[in-house]
Nanobody, 125 residues
Framework: VQLQASGGGLVQAGGSLRLSCAAS????????MGWFRQAPGKEREFVGG????????YYKDSVRDRFTISRDIGKNTIYLQMDSLNVEDTAAYYC???????????????????WGQGTLVTVSS
């Protein structure tokens, strides 16, 4: 699976951005797609995920009420709609995919086999 993330940029606090992650190379059936982020000097952390089959979503608690993950099956693409952004959301955002993730491991970067390149989100105050 090849993943291509896009949509990052500079936004003021309180604003919105939508990230996209287009997948190619194989079917995403039975995969979980995840969004992670990594700020300078910090570890990569789980932001949210979606099961390709059924569309169940999972979120980091601090973004649950602000971020929304969705998928477009026809385009083999997932999205991360980010609203009410704050400076703490500044990071490089990565999409990832795995066919071996279960609910208890969905937040662990080591559970994912395929990664896209990061797209940088900068939120200014």
């Amino acid at each position: 699976v090849q993943l291509q993330a896009s949509g990052g940029g500079l936004v003021q606090a309180g604003g919105s951005l939508r990230l996209s992650c287009a997948a190619s190379g194989r079917t995403l059936r039975n995969h979980v797609m995840g969004w992670f982020r990594q700020a300078p000097g910090k570890e990569r952390e789980f932001v949210g995920g979606i099961r390709w089959n059924g569309g169940n979503t999972y979120y980091k608690d601090s973004v649950r009420d602000r971020f929304t993950i969705s998928r477009d099956i026809g385009k083999n693409t997932i999205y991360l709609q980010m609203d009410s952004l704050n400076v703490e959301d500044t990071a490089a955002y990565y999409c990832a995919a795995s066919s071996r993730v279960i609910s208890s491991t969905i937040r662990a970067p080591s559970s994912y086999d395929y990664w896209g390149q990061g797209t940088l989100v900068t939120v200014s105050s």
